[in-house]
Every structure is written in C-alpha cells, then in structure tokens.
C-alpha cells in the first residue's frame, strides 16, 4: 500500500482532522492573543457528538437494531469518567496517564452495554426498540434515586486538571483539552471504521439486511447483534468521557431521553447508511442546538420538522442525498442541475422565511411576550398583536409551499432524464 | 381497608383512562405494526382542544367536538405521512411518528404556552358522589368510569357485531388476504388511525381535567401506553383492558404502600442500617420506584414473554 494510494482512498479523515484544526482559528481573537471559548465548546461539542452519533449509527445503519436509549451508555460512561477523575485527584496516582483518562469512559459504557444488552438484544426489531426505551426510562430514573453513584438532581463534578499527563500538559485550557478532544474522537471514529470492515461488522449488516438467512448462513443474530451493542457501548462511553472532560459535570440529563434522542436524529438526518453520516448529521444537530438556539426558542421545532421532511423524502440523509448525485458527476453533467436548483431554491427560501416568520410570531405571543422580548424579524422589528405580520407571513409560507411543488414537478423530470441517460451510459446508480 | 377501597376506586379511574389511549394504540399498532409515537402527543392535544372548546361552547361540546377533530388529524397523519413513508420500511414509519411527537409538542408550547392551562372540571359534575370512609368519591371520576365503560362496549360492539368490525378483525391478522377479497384495506387502516386517534383525544377530553393539562404530559403518558400496549398483547383488546387495569393498580398502590426491602428484610430478622452493603438500594421506598414499575414490566415482559398477555403473536 504505499501513502499515495491511502490519500486518495481516505482523504475524507485528513479533511476532517484539517478543519478540526482549523476551524478555531476562524475565531481566534489575534488581538488578545486567545480562542474564543464559544467556538471551542461547539466544536468539542460537535465531536463528540459525532462519536455518539457514529456508535448509535452502529446499532441503528449497520444493524439495524432502532434504539430509543442509547444516552445510557454515553451517561454511565460519563459517570464513570467522574469518578474516575475524583478518585484520580483524590488519590494523586501517577500511573494513570491524563490522556488515557476517556478509556475510563469506554469502559463504563463497555459494562453498561454488557448489561443492558444482555437484556436489550433478547429481541429485534420493534421489541429490541420498546426494550431500549424501557431501559432508558429505568436508568434516568434511577440516577435521581441513587446518590451516591450518580449524585442525584445536582450530579457529580470533578476536575480535569490532573498532574499524569505523559507529556507534561497540565489540561487547564480549553484550547489544551480541545486537542486531546480531537485526539480521542479521531481514534474512536477511525477504530469504529474499522469495525464496520471487520467480519462482525459485514455480518451486523447481513442481520440488517435478512435476518432469517444470515440464520440460514449458519450466524447467531442475537450473538452478533450482543458483540454490536457491547462495541457500541464502548464507544458511546468514550463521548461520554469526552463529555465530561469538556463540561467537568456530569448530571442525570447525559443518560435521559432528550440525549438519547438527539443521537437519533444526528445519525438519521445524517443518514445511516455510509459510515460518515451521523458525523455530518452531528454537525447539524448540534449547530442548530446551539446556533439558532441564539436567535430563537423554536429551534427544537425546526429540528422536528428537518426530521420529518428527511424522513418523508429522503430517508437516506444528507450522505444519502450527496451519494444520490454521484452518477451525475461521474458524468461530468452536474453543472446541468444547476439551474433547476437555483430555481427551487427561491420558492424554499420564500416558504422557509414565512414558516419561520409564522413559527416566530406564534412563539413571541405565548412565550417571547411574556418575558417582555421584542420581536423582529428578518432584522425588522414587527408587532406579534397585529394582523398583519401574521397575513403576510401566512401567505409567504402557503405561495411558497404550492410553487415548489410546481417546481419540484420540473426538477424531477430534469433529474430523471439525467438518471435515465447514467443508466443508458452504464453508469451504475 | 380504607386505604384499599379508595385506592382500588382510584386506580380502576387511572387504568379505565389508560385503557381509553391504549385501545387505539393497540388496533394500530396490531394492524399497521407502526408503534404510534405521537398517539400520547393527540391525547395532549385532545386536551387542550376540549380546553379552548369549552372556553366559547362549554364542557359538553368540547366532550364531542374535541375527539372529532382529534380523529380528523389523525386522518390527515395517515393519508399524507404514514401511508408516504410506509414504502421506506418500519424503521421510517417508526420514526416519523417521533418526529411528530417532537413537533407537536413544540407546536402546543407555542400555541398555549409553556405553563399548565386551566382547564377545570366542569361545575355540573364537581361535586362528591358518595363518602367511603370519611372520603370523598368525586362525581367526575364516576363520569369518567361511565364514559371508559360505554367506550369499551361501543369498540366491543363495534368491533364483534359489525360488517366493517369484522373486515377490521381480519385486517388485524390477513391484511393480503382482506385486500384480496376486495376490500380496500388502506382506508380501512385510515379509519382505524382516525378512530384510534379520536379515542386518544376523548381520553385527552377527560383526562385532561383530571389531571394536569401542560406541555409535558404527552411525554410522562406516553411510555407508559406502550407499556400497556405491549403488556396486553398485539391484537387482543381484552389482554389490554386487563393490562391497563392492573397498571392503573400497580400505580395507584404503589403510591400508597409505602414499604421497601429492607421492612421486608426486616421481617426475617435482619435491619439494615446505612452500613449494610447496598443501603442505599434497600431503602428506597415504594413509593418512590411506583413510576419505575412500568418499566420494570416492559422490560421483564418483552423478554420473556414478547407475545404479552393474550397476544397472538410476537411484538
């Protein structure tokens, strides 16, 4: 294998550890010498949710196991890391290097999952899903009855400044921290990658795809769909690891329903089937979470109804959409799609601004007004009690909705035409 | 006794409500093997349409209008949502119901606020009924009995005594074969959604009042409809009236009882104090894990018995 070969087969890694890197200095404050700590949260954020997203995408893409309590893992491993943390502190044992603090993390999530998936991989399908949810609901509950593992309501706090780094780094910065954060998250996604070449990973798909043969073949799905969950497991404490190396605190929401949800719709609207969708999907999700959260308290409606138009029209995802074009560009005739995606673009953004704008002007009356905000939008100001703002909002959001329709009528034969003339080409698709 | 009487009373109303919202769920869930997500979301919007109802026309009419309108929606989620993305597999469908169960919650935050409304009981039935050892029974959980017990006899009835009750019955278990004979078996999974959501938004109308009308009741009342739901067992109506009745007792004495291992441990001889190895887990009390119960139940059931009660067939 020599490097060139290895480049061009995995340049997508490189790409991602390069805006890792980067991706800061956009927001570096050169004036003071200093990254801006909003930037550095949201990218560590981003990270590993990323790593969480890719070990729910194990169960959910590659074997096709729906589970609805996924953040039990990524919260027992977080806990772990706590404890592990204070015991650290509190002991001063040099042996434990810092950097190899999070594997404390992989391997709570590592027993969580031999647990919980003993009993969780009994079943598949809609089962498997219920019982993920039984046991979801059971460990957030019993994390506000347990005090002294999981410290109740007010959680559990530690201290990541630990003095056993092997290479002398103390870990007091976030700039510091977010470097070991990239370190971790690379190797977890890339051992994870592996996984998915490995004979279990070949043969979670095959469960995926049919069950019965796979039994057929000669395989015990339960025992393959166990060895998933349990990896998955691993790696899901790991992001939890990283979780509480960011935050230094650890409460009962890490493992509750809303976490486990959010890994959910990183990973679909990313798309399960290729192995970097949830990465993508995580990006999203968590850029919304945390950029539109800024400008208005609606975000989680916009991210409910990006769920659901995934889910309707393109239940590939992102990845799903990006790998739709590929036959094109292969013929070089992308630049053919240009104009019909200029022209859907308008009506999207018409109907987008005036479901936004209804969305925005219904929240300010129930719960803006209240708390005494002044609404604007689109940088105007608007009165949410007039009639007015609301007519014309509607009437954007409707005239939007029926001309992209039109337009997508338009689109499709273009696209089809396009498709039909890859096939005749030999083009796979 | 006393304790027993008024709790039986009390949990019968809980299971009887319970019954109301898994009924629904139970026929879509046994015929279309979507588990409805969103199913506890109408029963919340059941709620707050009987709310703003009755503020212009009164409690009674809401009490009709409500579940109306709650059906119609459902109607809509079916023809335009589910039936788009049952092609795409379970999974999909599994999903886009979570996405709905998302938004509509959002949409009702936005619509009344984050905070509860007051949706009351209405004056006609806000008066005690009978006193049972020095307690009073409420005439609105009497009323909410009546309308779970005519509810049940209507789908019974329904279901057993009519044409469409029949083809519905043998969509539950043929849906092939029904569409072969003729019949056409998408409305008639249209109508069992609509209806199952209509029933869900009656529940919401009764339950509503009874309860707290807020933002997060569609998320502590749905798991527990799954729980009833998987309990009971796929297509047996009767397996989910006897489930939601004993999860309606469960809960309603395990809030009362207020005992934990370590009263139980107590009984052979042996007190836990806080240096006993594992206090901390043989202290807590029943009351305290009653909201847990459920789960445990689900849990245990879908692993040893994944059929549930009277199914017939797995989950």
């Known amino acids: 294998m020599n490097p060139l070969y290895l480049l061009r087969r995995h340049w997508v890694w490189l790409a991602i550890l390069v805006i890792m890197l980067a991706a800061p200095f956009l927001f570096y404050d050169w004036s003071r010498g200093r990254h801006s700590g909003f930037a550095l949260t949201l990218m560590s954020e981003m990270a590993l949710m990323a790593v969480f997203a890719l070990s729910y995408n194990m169960l959910m893409g590659q074997a096709g196991l729906l589970s609805f309590g996924h953040a039990i893992l990524f919260g027992i491993g977080a806990y772990f890391t706590a404890h592990t943390l204070n015991w650290v502190k509190a002991n001063d044992i040099m042996w434990l290097p810092a950097e190899l603090i999070p594997l404390a993390g992989g391997v709570g999530g ?25 046991l979801g609901e059971l460990f957030a509950a019993a994390a506000l009855m347990f005090m002294t593992f999981f410290g109740g309501e007010g959680g559990i706090t530690t201290n990541r400044v630990i003095h056993s780094s092997i290479f002398g780094v103390a870990y007091s910065s976030a700039w510091q921290v977010y470097c070991l954060l990239i370190a971790w998250s690379m190797f977890a996604a890339i051992l994870m990658y592996l996984l998915t070449q490995t004979p279990l990973g070949r043969i979670a798909n095959a469960t995926r795809d049919n069950y019965e043969r796979t039994q057929f073949v000669g395989y015990n799905p339960r025992v393959v769909r166990y060895w998933q969950f349990i990896l998955a497991g691993f790696f899901a404490g790991i992001a939890g690891a990283l979780y509480t190396l960011v935050y230094e605190i650890v409460t009962f929401d890490t493992l509750a329903a809303v976490k486990s949800a959010n890994a959910l719709l990183a990973a679909f609207i990313g798309g ?29 409606l916009y991210l409910g109804v990006l769920f659901i138009v995934m889910v309707m029209y393109a239940p590939g995802g992102l990845i799903g959409i990006i790998g739709l074009h590929a036959p094109i560009a292969r013929m070089g005739r992308l630049g053919e799609l240009m104009v019909p995606y200029l022209r859907a673009l308008v009506p999207t953004v018409v109907g987008g601004a005036g479901f936004v704008a209804v969305v925005e002007l219904a929240t300010h009356r129930t719960i803006g007004a209240a708390q005494g905000k002044k609404l604007s939008l689109f940088a105007m100001p608007v009165d949410s009690s007039s009639l007015w703002p609301w007519a014309i909002a509607v009437v954007l959001a409707v005239a939007g909705a029926l001309w992209l329709r039109a337009e997508g009528r338009q689109f499709r034969l273009r696209w089809n035409a396009l498709i039909e003339d890859a096939k005749a080409r030999g083009i796979g698709v | 006794m ?50 703003t109802i009755s503020l212009y026309l009164g409690f009674w009419p809401a009490l009709i209008l409500a579940p109306i309108l709650c059906g119609l929606l459902g109607a809509a989620i079916e023809m335009y949502g589910l039936r788009q993305v049952h092609r795409h597999g379970h999974i999909p469908e599994l999903l886009f119901t979570f996405g709905l169960a998302l938004i509509i919650e959002k949409v009702v935050q936005m619509t009344w606020g ?24 409420p005439a609105y959980r009497a009323f909410m009995l009546l309308i779970s017990a005519l509810m049940f006899a209507a789908i019974w009835l329904g279901l057993t ?64 409809v799954f729980v009833v739901v998987v309990f009971g067992g796929l297509g047996s109506l009767t397996g989910c009236f006897i489930a939601s009745i004993i999860m309606g007792l469960i809960q309603t004495f395990a809030v009362v009882l207020d005992y934990s291992l370590a009263d139980l441990l107590e009984l052979v001889g042996i007190v836990v104090t806080k240096a ?40």
């Open chain 2, 161 to 224: 005594r009519t044409r469409i009750g029949l083809i519905i019955q043998a969509s539950l278990t043929h849906p092939d074969m029904v569409g072969a004979l003729g019949h056409n078996v998408p409305r008639v999974f249209t109508i069992v959604f609509a209806a199952g959501t209509a029933l869900a938004g009656l529940a919401g109308v009764i339950g509503g009042n009874y309860r707290v009308t807020e933002p997060g009741m569609a998320f502590s009342m749905g798991p527990i």
């Open chain 2, 2 to 51: 006393e304790v027993f009487v008024v709790s039986l009373l009390n949990g019968l109303v809980y299971g009887m409500l319970l019954f109301m919202l898994a009924s629904g769920l139970t026929l879509i869930f046994s015929m279309m093997g979507v588990l409805n997500f969103a199913h506890a979301s109408v029963y919340m919007l059941g709620a707050y349409f009987a709310y």
């Open chain 1, 272 to 300: 399960g089937g290729g192995f970097f969708g949830p990465i993508l999907g995580a990006v999203v999700v968590v850029g919304l979470q945390s950029g539109v959260s800024l400008f208005t308290s609606a975000w989680l």
């Open chain 1, 110 to 134: 590592l027993c969580c999952g031999i647990v919980a998936g003993y009993v969780a991989t009994q079943q598949r399908s809609t089962a498997f899903a219920m019982i993920t949810l039984g």
């Open chain 2, 114 to 137: 984050m905070v509860a409304v007051p949706y009351r009981i209405p004056d006609g039935l806000d008066f005690s009924l009978f006193t049972i050892y020095g307690t009073q029974f």
């Open chain 2, 276 to 315: 006993t190895p594992g206090a901390e887990f043989l202290t807590v009390s029943l009351p305290r894990i009653g909201a847990l119960l459920p789960f445990i139940l689900l849990v245990l059931i879908l692993v040893l018995r994944p059929r549930g009660l009277m199914g017939t067939r797995d989950t």
